[in-house]
Nanobody, 125 residues
Framework: QVQLVESGGGLVQAGGSLRLSCVAS????????MGWFRQAPGKEREFVAA????????YYADSVKGRFTISRDNAKNTVYLQMNSLKPEDPAAYYC??????????????????WGQGTQVTVSS
């Protein structure tokens, strides 16, 4: 499995921006597709965004499409989530996750084999 460490969460005003980062400890980062999920208190973990092993193919939940951007830098073993125009419904713990590139199902948490510890995002109105 891959160890993942997220950073970049914090408090931001509605309409503001944050960039989350997730560093993976593996020599084979290109073997993994990456995803971001979020979980608010009392709610199930939900898919936010995913990128294939190269970052060329990206996928988004409808709720964040046009506002969030996932990207990855394979030279740095890092995946990013740029979050713009944050809304009051975006606060949650955000988790990055790694999925073997041959495994399908980018929206399903079950497809991912490694998870970070999460970073909290809070939006003030």
């Amino acid at each position: 499995q891959v160890q993942l460490v997220e950073s970049g969460g914090g408090l931001v005003q509605a309409g503001g921006s944050l960039r989350l980062s997730c560093v993976a400890s593996t020599r084979n980062f290109r073997n993994y597709a990456m995803g971001w999920f979020r979980q608010a208190p009392g709610k199930e973990r939900e898919f936010v965004a995913a990128a294939n092993w190269s970052g060329v193919s990206t996928y988004y939940a409808d709720s964040v499409k046009g506002r969030f951007t996932i990207s990855r830098d394979n030279a740095k073993n890092t995946v990013y989530l740029q979050m713009n125009s944050l809304k009051p419904e975006d606060p949650a713990a955000y988790y990055c996750a790694a999925r073997p590139r041959a495994v399908r199902g980018y929206e399903s948490p079950r497809a991912y084999e490694s998870w970070g510890q999460g970073t909290q995002v809070t939006v003030s109105s």
